[in-house]
C-alpha cells in the first residue's frame, strides 16, 4: 500500500518461549505505511531466546512476569504508545501483510473495532480436527448466550482504537485464554454492531511449539462465557500495566544489562 495512513499504530504480540517463529512474525508485518508504527511484545517469562530475538529485531520489549494470555493483553493495551491497536499471536498462523488494509478499512468505515475471523479462511493443517470442533463449538456458544453473531469466538487477531478503553465498561477482565472471546462481547455490547465488525483473514499453520492446553483451555473458555453471561466472573489482577516492569524502553530489561 503506498498510501501513508495519517495514524500512529502499535502491534501487540503476546509471547512465551516463540523464539522459532517470533523473528519470521516481525518481519512479515509491513512498514512505512502509517505516520508510526510500533511493534512490541509483551514477554510472559520466556526461558528461551524470544527476548533476545526482540531486541536484535529492533522492536519493543516488554516484560510481564503476572502469568496468562490476557494478562499480557490487560498489560499490552495500557502501555501501547499509539491510537491504533493490531493483536496477532507470534507465531506466524495470522497474516501480518493484511494489517495496513484492516487498519484502512478501520479508518474509512468509521469502526472502532474488527475481529478477524480464521474459521472461513483457515488454511489445510492450520487447525487440528479437535481445535476446529473446539472453536467451532465455543463460537456456537458464544453466538447463543450473547447473541451477538460473530463467527470465531477465539481469533487472537483484533484492530480497534486505543481510545475505547477510555470507558471502564471496554476494559477486559480476564488474565487468560477466555479474554479473546471477552473482549469481542464486550466490543458488540458497548460499541454496537455498526462500529465493531468481523472480518474474515486466512489463517496458517503455526511455527513451534504451542503454549496452548486443548482440553484446559479449552474448558476454561467454556466456564466463563457461562460466568460472563451470569455476571459472576472475577477480576483477579487490576487493569494496566506496572511501573516496576521491565521494558526495552527503560533500558530495564534483563537481556539489556547483561
Known sequence: MSEVL?????????????EEALGPTVDAIPRGWCKDLEIMIVDGNSTDRTREIGLEKGIRVHLEDRKGYGRAYRTGFDIASNEII???????????????????????????????????LAEDGSMSGLHGFGNWGLSFTARMLFGYGLKDSQTGMWVFRKSIFNDDRMRPTNDGMPLSEEIKILARRYLGKQKAIEISVPYRPRVGEAEIHTWGD????????FARRLGINRTLTPWGGRDSNPDSLKGDLPEQKS
Open 86 to 120: 493490531v493483536t496477532m499471536d507470534a507465531d506466524c498462523t495470522y497474516p501480518a501483510e493484511v494489517v495496513p488494509q484492516l487498519v484502512k478499512r478501520l479508518l474509512d468505515d468509521e469502526l472502532d473495532f474488527i475481529s478477524c475471523d480464521r474459521l472461513s
Open 6 to 18: 495519517p495514524v500512529t499504530v502499535t502491534v501487540i504480540l503476546p509471547t512465551r518461549n516463540e
Open 218 to 225: 479449552g474448558w476454561k473458555n467454556f466456564k466463563f462465557l
